[in-house]
């Protein structure tokens, strides 16, 4: 039926990265490179999904780009595959640089890697690690869009996504730390601690753009009376663009720098900010790429963290939060992790009212800012606002002012979509909910 649909043209959106790529290629370098990722990649589980893939299409129904489109078979989870690696494989990896072009928007923009297709096949076939494995082949072939290009670049030359050079991260946290200490007299950002509880790490944006949230994790810190530190060295970002461009060497150079920092200071774990695809990077796929079993340190999520510091007494809330708030599941720590119920209990500990989106929990919908697709910058834009139309439908059907998202990714995807949408909505992290609610002893003093 859907199918009958006249559909809207394929319109190529125009990216630097991804044109001059294609330009450069030959049938000969495109059939080598698809051949040799197959070959050391591909393995049996690929194998077993092509297998046993009975194109059913019960998985369209999970994908919010598809809803988006008006049901669209293009968007669908398996349409995706369709257009990608399913012809890679009918036609033995014989494609044209056309193909590639138009494979490579599909995989990077056109699919957040967000799982949720994956709980609705009846073979739990994962598309995420097929379209991801498309991402590797575009990677190889030098095929990548410009601004995550950029952002995995800048984790090569400097080890962190935002070209922060090592003075300017000292600097950063030096200036929060001045910042906070008019406001909390006593407080310390510790740098290079060694033997601390705890090393806290970042996303590269935050001493960027979002210093105001280094800021409140020092005051949440020495309110709580944790034994905490921050490396003064590279090593500091737990972010990943690399893992969603495809290009795990670089991956895998993160991971061992962040863990390595880690294991120099002597901490027993890492608290990470409230950020899903970083905690999907150092919980799973850069851990696993790099052939080890679990975390040389163990990692923590900020939802954890502030459930630690929650019931057990170290933050007390003063005043809880007086609007009705939603809860966003970010899908790297929900579906990645299960953390829905954790999330939920710091909401009602911080919150008056909780209103929930429908779907929720593991089921609910990325915000489309997922799997690197708002790294791929402006161009893509439109890409992920239209793709995600549903998600302003959830939103809004909740009635509520504020939405509470604990990861960046989710911010910045949920910001287009309300700016776009126009609804009349606000988000924040948790960490914010906790800064403007917590006991503040040293304010009644
Ligand atoms: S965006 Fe999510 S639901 Fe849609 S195809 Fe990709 S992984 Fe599946
Ligand atoms: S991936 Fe699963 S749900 Fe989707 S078409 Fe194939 S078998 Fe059906
Ligand atoms: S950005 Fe947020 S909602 Fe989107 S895939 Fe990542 S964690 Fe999920």
Redesign the pocket.
Known sequence: MSSQVAREPYVLVADKGLDAGVARLTDEKIAKVIGAVLEAEGGARLKAYVDTCAHCGLCSEACHFFHSHDRDPRYSPVGKVKQTMWEILDKGGNVSPEFIGRAARVAYTEC???KRCAMYCPFGIDIAYVIGLMRRICHKLGVTPQYIQDTAHSHSATMNQMWVKEDEWIDSLMWQEAEARDEVPDLRIPLEKHGAEIMYSVIGPEPKFRTQLIYQAAVIMHAAGVDWTMPATPGWDNSDMAMYSGDYEIMGRLKRAHFETAQRLGVKRIVMGEC??AFRSVHDVGNRWLGWKGEPVPVVHAVQFYHELLSSGKIKIKDKFGEAVTF?D????VRGMGLHEMGREVTRALCTELVEMTPNREHNY??????GVINCGPPFRNTRVLGNKIKAEQLAATGVKTVI?P?H??HG?LEDIIHHYKLDMKIKFLGDVIYECMEKPWAEA
């Open positions: 957040n890697l967000c899903g695809h966003h970010p899908c790297n720590i990325c915000c489309s800012a997922g799997g998202a990861c990714n989710c995807g």
